[in-house]
């Protein structure tokens, strides 16, 4: 198994550990003991070997027993998230868990209308999914008219599509008090302060061809990913969604990639298949740079769980998520796929999910709109989005 391949070198001598160096007794090695690193791989030479990351940029070859690993004595650094995260990984793909999910998913990434210097990005994402060997599928934003058939409400006409409508009754006015009480409860929320400007804006404007062809794409994914009957869930990439910039020294020499991304929400959607655990959306993340409070913790006997209750109405940055099956049938047999919201797809997914937002009349239209009931966790893997600026620590009940 796994476990016993590991134990083979200790219980702890994986990649993504951290260690210290101790014993060394040459004139050569005497300057390396106390110094701490990162576990990246076995020696090719000598598999009596690690070659260890350390602090300074450097990589040495460095004997198992002279390696003791960080966060099992007393006084000792413990391991921080994202060494906790590139562990699971690492164990994941051993056991082949991540490779399995791949005949089982498909990866939707949606495409809007940006300037042609942004519009390689989705390509991008793409690719590197395909170096995965996950089946991707782009869907490029509609071109949508409106009309205007009665006071806040619009008839939307795209392509070959049934034809559906925009509801903007809940658009504000724009008077200050009413910007003056939804500013107040968006940061008692822990928003933070630089989306307010974006919010604002969009919640008081009329919507256009644009606005809600952004809003249509996340619905023609849905339905393109239920199209194919071997699909069990999908994951929707906007865009802007973008990596986290994951600490060097601490997983080591490799950056996060979206590769790694997509085995982390495979170990997750098959430990949750395991535990028969059902769900309907994961949201995804950034990865927190403390342990403490970040919902890291579990009761799985696994050495990472990036996997949290949906619990925080500004934790999640709004740009990627996945779908289950019946999620995503919720959702086409809801009202959402004939009457679409004056706001983004998003945020109607992270009040379904999380039940709180800044504007409280559109929590309401969204669980007098949206399906019931919904159970949505949040997971930790990496992903923000291209405007966000800090990760929002996770709220509990």
């Known amino acids: 198994s796994t476990m016993c391949r590991f134990d083979v070198f200790g219980p702890h001598m994986r990649s993504g550990t951290s260690v210290v160096i101790h014993g060394l007794t040459s004139s050569v090695g005497s300057l390396l003991n106390g110094q701490r690193g990162v576990l990246i791989d076995r020696a090719s030479v000598d598999l009596d070997r690690w070659v260890v990351l350390l602090r300074d940029g450097s990589c040495k070859a460095v004997r198992c027993s002279c390696l003791m690993p960080l966060g099992n004595e007393k006084g000792d650094e413990p391991d921080d998230c994202w060494n906790l995260l590139w562990r699971g990984v690492d164990e994941a793909r051993r056991s082949s868990v991540v490779y399995a999910e791949r005949a089982r998913a498909v990866a939707c990434v949606v495409s809007g209308s940006f300037s042609a210097e942004q519009m390689p990005m989705s390509d991008y994402i793409a690719s590197a999914l395909r170096e995965a060997r996950v089946e991707v599928v782009v869907h490029e934003q509609p071109v949508v008219a409106l009309d205007k058939v009665a006071e806040g409400l619009h008839e939307v006409r795209h392509g070959g599509n049934e034809a559906c409508m925009v509801d903007s009754r809940l658009r504000l006015s724009g008077g200050e008090n009413e910007l003056l009480t939804i500013k107040r409860r968006h940061h008692e929320l822990g928003f933070p302060s630089h989306a307010w400007p974006s919010l604002a804006r969009q919640m008081c404007t009329q919507p256009t061809g644009s ?74 993340n950034e990865v927190p740079e403390e342990p403490s409070g970040s919902g890291m913790a579990c009761s799985r006997e696994r050495s990472c769980c990036p996997r949290s209750e949906s619990t925080s109405a500004a934790q999640w940055g709004g740009q990627a998520y996945c779908l289950s099956r019946s999620g995503a049938e919720k959702l086409l047999a809801s009202e959402l796929a004939r009457l679409l919201p004056h706001r983004s797809m998003t945020d109607v997914l992270r009040v379904l999910a999380t039940r709180r937002d800044p504007q409280e009349n559109f929590e309401e239209w969204v669980f007098q709109t949206a399906p019931s009931p919904w159970r949505a966790l949040t997971i930790r893997c990496g992903v923000t989005c291209c405007d966000a600026t800090h990760c929002v620590p996770r709220d509990t009940l």
């Not at 986290?244 to 979206?258: D, E, F, L, M, S």
């Not at 590769?259 to 982390?264: A, E, M, T």
């Not at 298949?273 to 309907?280: A, H, N, S």
């Open 211 to 284: 606005s809600v062809a952004q809003c249509l794409v996340h619905v023609e994914a849905w339905r393109g990913a239920l199209a194919e009957e071997d699909v069990e869930w999908f994951l929707v990439l906007a865009q802007a969604s973008t990596l986290q910039r994951a600490p060097a020294v601490t997983i080591g020499a490799k950056a996060w990639t979206w590769c790694d991304v997509w085995d982390v929400l495979s170990m997750e959607v098959s430990a949750l298949r395991k535990e028969e655990q059902p769900w309907d959306a994961l949201l995804l």
